[in-house]
């Protein structure tokens, strides 16, 4: 089936370790998505990728970063992690910008900061 | 003030029972999405509407575009519909982003 991937589904480190969460898909969207979701808050816009074309949200911390390599796969690094990044990170991909196309999400990735 | 709330923020039901879950949101939008979100995280997307009504199965879904609201029902209610449901919109004008609410966390007991 056609689907988001992401991994892994649970990530440990360490304050001000580096770390890279990835995702990936096999719908050949053209819009990647990476949502931050801490606890009982909403999801929030961290950046998303119209095909190579990176856009970030003003509010978006300079430690978060993105890649995408090629169609399929999208990764987001955080250069030093702090206990405040801990947090559900999703990503979800649509066909493109239009109103009428859905965002299909993954199953998430829980960062835990130690 | 979120510019999307819904309410309640928890809801707790009898197995059977019909559910309603309400969404109200303060800026013009081009659609709004009703997300299922499960323990574990993973969302997925159960409407997507811009006006009038939608159902699946046990699930229906209703916007009014003037009154800027919009409801979920769940009829018949199971223990597996319990889940965290989301709204979201995505505003006039910005076809980039969705707006979400804090969700509505639902628990249905046998």
């Known amino acids: 089936d056609a689907m988001v991937i992401q991994n892994p589904r649970y990530q440990v480190t360490q304050f001000g370790k580096p770390v890279t969460l990835s995702c990936s898909q096999t719908?050949?969207?053209?819009?990647m998505y990476w949502y931050q979701q801490k606890s009982s808050q909403a999801p929030k816009l961290l950046f998303h990728?119209?095909?190579?074309?990176?856009?970030n949200e003003a509010d978006t911390p300079d430690n978060f970063q993105s890649r995408r390599p090629n169609t399929s796969f999208c990764f987001l690094d955080i250069r030093s992690p702090g206990l405040g990044d801990a947090a559900m990170y999703l990503c979800?991909?649509?066909?493109?910008?239009?109103?009428?196309?859905?965002?299909?999400f993954g199953p998430g990735t829980r960062l835990t900061v130690t | 003030k979120n510019e999307v709330e819904q309410s309640p923020q928890n809801l707790t039901a009898q197995e059977g029972e019909f559910i309603t879950i309400n969404c109200s949101y303060s800026?013009?939008?081009?659609?709004l999405h009703w997300l299922q979100q499960h323990p574990g995280g993973g969302i997925v997307s159960l409407f997507m509407?811009?006006?009038g009504k939608k159902k699946h199965g046990r699930l229906i879904a209703t916007i009014n575009i003037q009154e800027k609201h919009s409801s979920l029902h769940i009829t018949a209610s199971h223990p597996r519909d319990s889940a965290v449901y989301i709204c979201?919109?995505?505003?006039?004008?910005?076809?980039?982003?969705?707006?979400f609410g804090t969700g509505t966390r639902l628990q249905v007991f046998p």
């Open positions: 719908l050949n969207h053209n819009v």
């Open positions: 979800a991909t649509s066909r493109g910008r239009a109103v009428s196309y859905e965002q299909y």
């Open positions: 509407l811009s006006s």
């Open positions: 800026v013009g939008i081009s659609a």
């Open positions: 979201a919109v995505r505003p006039k004008g910005n076809t980039d982003k969705l707006l």
């Open positions: 990728y119209y095909d190579k074309d990176f856009n």
